[in-house]
């Protein structure tokens, strides 16, 4: 059996290594247009920043390597032009000698990967500093062309995980970084209120957001001097990065008839299949799909690619692994802040249709005394099926095991009140004896048993339609720093005695700072007769950050 793979880093490289662990008999032929295999696309912004020492270490392995280890052929610089899916073979072109030849195969697998999208007014290889954050290429000329025009201004066009990453890398070189945003927010992926936390970190370290606008025009002949948004803002700059985003290569799954996904990436069954006989699709060309409701995703990251590689490699050499789907777990670095999420956003269970509980639980990572230092998560859960539905977390430290955990639980199809029977691990430098997943676990079940939540955004518009009590339980000094719109204060000691001053049949919304003595406020009042309470998800804390962020916005509109 012949297999050949076109494409050679994470994807195309796991299909290979994985069909040979599986077989000696097979022979295995890669195929990639470009120079480099087997890099870290990830690693990128921080070789350009300083923190990865040489190139080199993003490059871990190289022709020579898969040849020793596993006999497997791989050839850079030759470009497949077309196949003949009925006959089995394949056109390929040598870039170095212009030489085409023509290849057979038995399976056949596109590992094509993913292409930067480059939105208009921008046109690659026009201006001498424009660049892209795509391969070992991009990142040889970025560094390069750094060195050489010795840049004070950078405008990155877009704020995903690479425009953030090199948002963050820049900084640290001592240059200034503007970000321009089609979207009204930087991280598009998350709910506003919490893609807002990075937005407040951006700005304290200086970096200007342009956000809700495009680039309209472009002032340079060879190189970019100047660019105008869509609202009018004159940007001056030195260099230009475009991080807005991939689309799959899907262009020869397409000319063999290979059918596109919802997603606009090759569709494929469970074992990587496409509706093509002896073809199948892996990594950032292939469409996956959702652990929690079987729809088609797209999430182009290096740990779908090496497990939809491993998969394919397994099936073509008779094994019987199959993809479960993913969750679109993620997580970076920008600058202090760490930021995570998992499954489906708020907007998106909303948009599905789901009834659900938001809790906002903002815990220390690890015991105070310790130096622990607050995270702030945000869990999803059905009120139907009471399944965990998705998270985001944000904070300093702790972020990356906690979303781990939660993936996890999501992925076992975990309910609320199993994450507060999890065994995890305690030690005071390591967690607090109650863990915040523990207690988000707790929270969650509470509210859907008796203890209701209402989120600060729920609470802004039911109260523009009617009549809510709100009961500030904190202390006076809190109380007259800052407080929920309309809220009466009665700190949680007084309550009991004045409870003849409200109304127990008005809805009634209770809350502190943070949540815990809000739940216990409205436990008090549910044990009094009162019959419809509800705890302010995240308290004031939250309340404050949203409120905040509605000001901004009416700022910049």
Same mark, same amino acid.
């Given at each position: 059996?012949?297999?050949?793979?076109?494409?050679?880093?994470?994807?195309?490289?796991?299909?290979?290594?994985?069909?040979?662990?599986?077989?000696?008999?097979?022979?295995?032929?890669?195929?990639?247009?470009?120079?480099?295999?087997?890099?870290?696309?990830?690693?990128?912004?921080?070789?350009?920043?300083?923190?990865?020492?040489?190139?080199?270490?993003?490059?871990?392995?190289?022709?020579?390597?898969?040849?020793?280890?596993?006999?497997?052929?791989?050839?850079?610089?030759?470009?497949?032009? $077309?196949?003949?899916?009925?006959? !089995?073979?394949? *056109?390929?072109?040598?870039?170095? &000698?212009?030489? +085409? /030849?023509?290849? =057979?195969?038995?399976?056949?697998?596109?590992?094509?990967?993913?292409?930067?999208?480059?939105?208009?007014?921008?046109?690659?290889?026009?201006?001498?500093?424009?660049?892209?954050?795509?391969?070992?290429?991009?990142?040889?000329?970025?560094?390069?062309?750094?060195?050489?025009?010795?840049?004070?201004?950078?405008?990155?066009?877009?704020?995903?995980?690479?425009?953030?990453?090199?948002?963050?890398?820049?900084?640290?070189?001592?240059?200034?970084?503007?970000?321009?945003?089609?979207?009204?927010?930087?991280?598009?992926?998350?709910?506003?209120?919490?893609?807002?936390?990075? $937005?407040?970190?951006?700005?304290? !370290?200086?970096? *200007?957001?342009?956000?809700?606008? &495009?680039?309209? +025009? /472009?002032?340079? =002949?060879?190189?970019?001097?100047?660019?105008?948004?869509?609202?009018?803002?004159?940007?001056?700059?030195?260099?230009?990065?475009?991080?807005?985003?991939?689309?799959?290569?899907?262009?020869?799954?397409?000319?063999?008839?290979?059918?596109?996904?919802?997603?606009?990436?090759?569709?494929?069954?469970?074992?990587?299949?496409?509706?093509?006989?002896?073809?199948?699709?892996?990594?950032?060309?292939?469409?996956?799909?959702?652990?929690?409701?079987?729809?088609?995703?797209?999430?182009?990251?290096?740990?779908?690619?090496?497990?939809?590689?491993?998969?394919?490699?397994?099936?073509?050499?008779?094994?019987?692994?199959?993809?479960?789907?993913?969750?679109?777990?993620?997580?970076?670095?920008?600058?202090?802040?760490?930021?995570?999420?998992?499954?489906?956003?708020?907007?998106?269970?909303?948009?599905?249709?789901?009834?659900?509980?938001?809790?906002?639980?903002?815990?220390?990572?690890?015991?105070?005394?310790?130096?622990?230092?607050?995270?702030?998560?945000?869990?999803?859960?059905?009120?139907?099926?009471?399944?965990?539905?998705?998270?985001?977390?944000?904070?300093?430290?702790?972020?990356?095991?906690?979303?781990?955990?939660?993936?996890?639980?999501?992925?076992?199809?975990?309910?609320?009140?199993?994450?507060?029977?999890?065994?995890?691990?305690?030690?005071?430098?390591?967690?607090?004896?109650?863990?915040?997943?523990?207690?988000?676990?707790?929270?969650?079940?509470?509210?859907?048993?008796?203890?209701?939540?209402?989120?600060?955004?729920?609470?802004?518009?039911?109260?523009?339609?009617?009549?809510?009590?709100?009961?500030?339980?904190?202390?006076?000094?809190?109380?007259?720093?800052?407080?929920?719109?309309?809220?009466?204060?009665?700190?949680?000691?007084?309550?009991?005695?004045?409870?003849?001053?409200?109304?127990?049949?008005?809805?009634?919304?209770?809350?502190?700072?943070?949540?815990?003595?809000?739940?216990?406020?409205?436990?008090?009042?549910?044990?009094?007769?009162?019959?419809?309470?509800?705890?302010?998800?995240?308290?004031?804390?939250?309340?404050?950050?949203?409120?905040?962020?509605?000001?901004?916005?009416?700022?910049?509109?």
């Amino acid at each position: 059996m012949k297999i050949v793979v076109i494409g050679s880093v994470a994807a195309g490289t796991s299909v290979a290594a994985k069909a040979r662990r599986n077989t000696e008999e097979a022979e295995i032929v890669v195929y990639d247009k470009g120079k480099d295999i087997s890099y870290s696309v990830c690693g990128i912004p921080y070789y350009l920043g300083g923190e990865v020492e040489t190139i080199d270490n993003l490059i871990p392995r190289d022709e020579k390597w898969f040849k020793e280890r596993f006999q497997i052929d791989i050839h850079t610089q030759h470009e497949v032009l $077309e196949v003949n899916a009925d006959a !089995h073979t394949l *056109t390929v072109k040598n870039l170095q &000698t212009n030489e +085409t /030849i023509t290849e =057979n195969y038995d399976r056949l697998v596109l590992a094509t990967g993913a292409s930067p999208y480059t939105p208009a007014p921008f046109e690659l290889g026009r201006y001498s500093n424009l660049f892209q954050v795509r391969s070992m290429e991009d990142a040889r000329q970025i560094q390069e062309a750094i060195e050489r025009l010795q840049p004070k201004k950078v405008v990155i066009v877009g704020a995903g995980f690479i425009g953030l990453e090199m948002t963050e890398q820049l900084i640290r070189k001592g240059l200034e970084v503007t970000i321009v945003q089609l979207e009204d927010q930087v991280m598009p992926q998350m709910d506003k209120e919490m893609a807002f936390h990075v $937005e407040e970190e951006l700005r304290n !370290h200086n970096v *200007t957001l342009q956000l809700a606008d &495009t680039v309209a +025009t /472009i002032n340079g =002949n060879e190189k970019i001097t100047q660019l105008t948004t869509t609202k009018g803002k004159t940007l001056e700059t030195d260099l230009v990065i475009l991080a807005t985003g991939v689309r799959p290569n899907t262009q020869l799954g397409s000319s063999l008839g290979a059918e596109i996904g919802s997603s606009r990436a090759l569709k494929v069954d469970k074992q990587m299949r496409t509706n093509i006989p002896n073809v199948f699709a892996v990594g950032d060309v292939a469409e996956s799909f959702s652990v929690i409701d079987g729809q088609p995703l797209y999430r182009p990251l290096g740990s779908t690619a090496n497990k939809m590689g491993r998969i394919a490699g397994d099936v073509i050499t008779g094994g019987s692994l199959t993809h479960r789907g993913v969750l679109g777990t993620g997580i970076f670095r920008i600058f202090d802040l760490h930021v995570a999420q998992t499954g489906l956003t708020e907007k998106e269970a909303r948009a599905k249709g789901y009834a659900i509980e938001v809790l906002y639980n903002i815990k220390p990572a690890h015991a105070k005394y310790l130096g622990g230092k607050e995270i702030t998560i945000k869990a999803l859960v059905d009120k139907k099926s009471e399944r965990i539905l998705g998270a985001q977390i944000v904070g300093p430290e702790g972020v990356d095991k906690r979303i781990d955990v939660l993936a996890t639980a999501i992925s076992f199809k975990a309910k609320a009140e199993d994450l507060f029977h999890l065994d995890l691990a305690y030690a005071p430098p390591f967690a607090t004896t109650k863990d915040p997943i523990l207690y988000t676990g707790m929270a969650l079940d509470n509210a859907l048993k008796k203890n209701p939540l209402l989120t600060a955004s729920e609470l802004m518009k039911r109260s523009q339609k009617e009549t809510i009590q709100i009961i500030d339980t904190r202390s006076k000094k809190d109380y007259e720093k800052n407080h929920v719109a309309h809220a009466q204060h009665i700190p949680l000691a007084d309550l009991r005695d004045r409870l003849s001053e409200l109304d127990p049949t008005l809805p009634t919304v209770v809350y502190c700072n943070k949540g815990v003595t809000g739940n216990a406020a409205q436990n008090l009042l549910h044990n009094k007769g009162f019959k419809e309470v509800y705890n302010l998800s995240g308290g004031n804390k939250t309340y404050q950050l949203l409120k905040k962020m509605q000001t901004i916005d009416a700022e910049n509109s």
